[in-house]
């Protein structure tokens, strides 16, 4: 069992920054990859970014790349979402989750929420 813990969120103005950290209690080499969702009012969760823990590869969707930024310390156990430049519509919860081998995102975090004002 793996528990994810999220921080950093808040509220803030638009074009301001935050950094979002994930916590996991622990991490085998069954949990190769940890990502971040969002879930705005009234949405469908949408996926973020994600990080390999075996390569440091990582993959952004369209609409945060060149503001939102995933990065790992593995010493730690621990993902950071970097997030530049944040617009009214990246308003959500967001959720830390990480895989589990040959089971996709199985383990997530209870989320936090990130709210911009215009």
């Known amino acids: 069992q793996v528990t994810l813990v999220e921080s950093g969120g808040g509220l803030v103005q638009a074009g301001d920054s935050l950094r979002l950290s994930c916590v996991a209690s622990?991490?085998?080499?069954?949990?190769?990859?940890m990502g971040w969702f969002r879930q705005a009012p009234g949405k469908e969760r949408e996926f973020v970014a994600a990080?390999?823990?075996?390569?440091?590869?990582?993959s952004t969707t369209d609409s945060v790349k060149g503001r939102f930024t995933i990065s790992g310390d593995n010493a730690k156990n621990t993902v950071y979402l970097q997030m530049n430049s944040l617009k009214p519509e990246d308003t959500a919860v967001y959720y830390c989750?990480?895989?589990?081998?040959?089971?996709?995102?199985?383990?997530w975090g209870q989320g936090t929420q990130v709210t911009v004002s215009s």
């Open positions: 989750a990480a895989t589990q081998t040959g089971q996709g995102y199985k383990y």
């Open positions: 990080i390999s823990w075996s390569d440091g590869s990582t």
């Open positions: 622990r991490r085998t080499f069954t949990n190769r990859v």
